[in-house]
């Protein structure tokens, strides 16, 4: 009796959580066109508008020239470059400053030398927000090509929407079909924080540091990155402080508009992830093991139901696969293929392994190594935005 019902809620656990999928994507959609927004109600053009684009580059030789002229060919908007050299020891500087002498857009900034009591992107986060003259400051990364349009598009969103932040999420150029499930199960992950913000939900916050488009007079009145020295998660704790600071904000799928080149198979996503997930419940042991026991019960149970034949067994084994519908709905958001939805279930158990190895490495060193600097456990938990 006790191993039916255990089957019986392990189903229901799993159809529960695809309904719930499949309710938050409701307000977890894609950037709208252009046409399709309304104009601002002052009847200001967004070409009127000044954004300020920060890039922290550390070694981005391979992509930082294609990444600038992504940036550059940004139309409706009157823009400046800001990008910050992170001590960088490849031919970065030598290319920023040829593109700076080709467009008097581009600012080419170099850090030599971190200081103390900061994380190296955080820094040259700060550094580029320091020296800013636009009305709006978009933070993304070194290898993020963006859409012509996508600037204009959020700042008309923004508009309309009176949001002081507008944030999207990588749009994930994936090398095989694996990494495609990979970011489809971190999508229904997400889910749950893109539909609270739309739905200004009170407690819920996000940012992703791919496309972080904030007011500058909110960052300003938010602490902005000054407040994240020795924060991992940056992108996300910008969210949280511009919550706090009582700022709306608007979060879109970013698929071809924030085409990144990062974590495109599905090692390079744990290996990436390896400073950010433990980073992400703030360096807490007891939610990565409670977690960990949970799914592998979960998981186990489902597993054990298929061999039993019963129909309790076998609905808690097939009840996985429920969530390869919300996974289908986000690969057809983002043009994705319907096999990539298919296989989505079985990445789940990778994802949550990516969080446990985050752990396990981070505690096994002491600290996070990130740009060629280690920062002690200690020394983050005590600098973590909570």
Same mark, same amino acid.
């Given at each position: 009796?006790?191993?039916?019902?255990?089957?019986?809620s392990?189903a229901?656990?799993?159809?529960?959580?695809t309904?719930?999928?499949?309710?938050?994507q409701?307000?977890?959609?894609?950037?709208?066109?252009l046409?399709?927004?309304?104009?601002?109600?002052?009847?200001l053009?967004t070409s009127?508008?000044?954004?300020?684009?920060?890039?922290?580059?550390?070694?981005?030789?391979a992509r930082?020239?294609a990444?600038?002229?992504?940036?550059?060919?940004q139309?409706?908007?009157?823009l400046?470059?800001?990008?910050?050299?992170?001590?960088?020891?490849?031919a970065?500087?030598?290319?920023?400053r040829?593109?700076?002498?080709?467009?008097?857009?581009?600012?080419?900034t170099?850090?030599?030398?971190l200081?103390?009591?900061?994380?190296?992107k955080?820094?040259?986060?700060?550094?580029g927000?320091?020296?800013?003259?636009?009305?709006?400051?978009?933070f993304?990364?070194?290898?993020c090509?963006?859409?012509p349009? +996508?600037? @204009?598009r =959020?700042?008309r969103v923004?508009?309309?929407?009176?949001?002081?932040? #507008?944030? !999207?999420?990588?749009?994930v &150029?994936a090398?095989?079909?694996?990494?495609?499930?990979?970011?489809l199960?971190?999508?229904?992950?997400?889910?749950?924080?893109?539909?609270?913000?739309?739905?200004?939900?009170?407690?819920?916050h996000?940012?992703?540091g791919?496309?972080?488009?904030?007011?500058?007079?909110?960052?300003?009145?938010?602490?902005?990155y000054?407040?994240?020295?020795?924060?991992?998660v940056?992108d996300?704790?910008?969210g949280?402080?511009?919550?706090?600071?009582?700022?709306?904000?608007?979060?879109?799928?970013?698929?071809?508009?924030?085409?990144c080149?990062?974590?495109?198979t599905?090692?390079?996503m744990?290996?990436?992830m390896?400073?950010?997930?433990?980073?992400?419940v703030?360096?807490?042991?007891?939610? +990565?093991? @409670?977690? =960990?026991?949970?799914?592998t019960?979960?998981f186990?149970?489902?597993? #054990?139901g !298929?061999w039993t034949?019963? &129909?309790?067994?076998?609905a808690?084994?097939?009840a996985p696969w429920?969530?390869?519908?919300p996974?289908?709905?986000?690969a057809?958001?983002?043009?994705?293929?319907?096999?990539s939805?298919?296989?989505?279930?079985?990445?789940?158990?990778?994802l949550?392994f990516a969080?446990?190895?985050?752990?396990?490495?981070?505690?096994r060193?002491?600290g996070?190594?990130?740009?060629d600097?280690f920062?002690?456990?200690?020394?983050l938990?005590?600098?973590?935005?909570?």
């Open positions: 009796m006790w191993i039916t019902i255990a089957f019986i392990t229901a656990l799993f159809v529960g959580l309904l719930a999928t499949l309710h938050h409701r307000w977890a959609r894609r950037l709208p066109a046409d399709a927004l309304p104009a601002p109600a002052d009847d053009p009127a508008v000044r954004c300020s684009v920060i890039v922290a580059a550390r070694d981005e030789e930082l020239e990444t600038v002229r992504h940036l550059l060919a139309r409706h908007v009157t400046e470059l800001i990008v910050v050299d992170d001590r960088s020891t490849d970065t500087g030598d290319i920023l040829r593109l700076a002498s080709e467009d008097t857009r581009v600012r080419a170099r850090v030599e030398h200081p103390e009591g900061w994380l190296g955080s820094h040259a986060c700060h550094v927000a320091s020296v800013a003259t636009g009305d709006w400051l978009l993304t990364d070194a290898d090509w963006l859409k349009d +996508v600037i @204009a =959020a700042l923004a508009a309309r929407d009176a949001a002081d932040h #507008i944030t !999207l999420t990588p749009g &150029a090398e095989t079909l694996g990494a495609q499930a990979w970011h199960a971190f999508l229904g992950s997400l889910a749950n924080w893109i539909s609270g913000v739309n739905r200004d939900r009170p407690g819920a996000l940012g992703i791919a496309f972080n488009l904030v007011r500058t007079s909110a960052y300003r009145a938010c602490g902005g000054e407040a994240l020295r020795l924060t991992i940056d996300i704790k910008l949280l402080l511009l919550h706090r600071a009582g700022r709306r904000t608007r979060a879109f799928l970013g698929g071809a508009d924030v085409e080149h990062w974590g495109t599905v090692p390079r744990i290996k990436i390896e400073k950010n997930y433990f980073a992400a703030d360096f807490r042991l007891a939610p +990565v093991v @409670a977690g =960990a026991m949970v799914f019960l979960i186990g149970t489902s597993i #054990i !298929l034949r019963t &129909a309790a067994g076998i808690a084994g097939l429920s969530l390869a519908l996974a289908a709905i986000f057809r958001r983002l043009g994705w293929s319907p096999a939805a298919a296989i989505t279930p079985l990445l789940y158990p990778v949550f969080v446990v190895n985050s752990a396990v490495v981070t505690l060193q002491g996070v190594r990130w740009r600097t920062y002690s456990l200690d020394t938990r005590r600098g973590n935005v909570r």
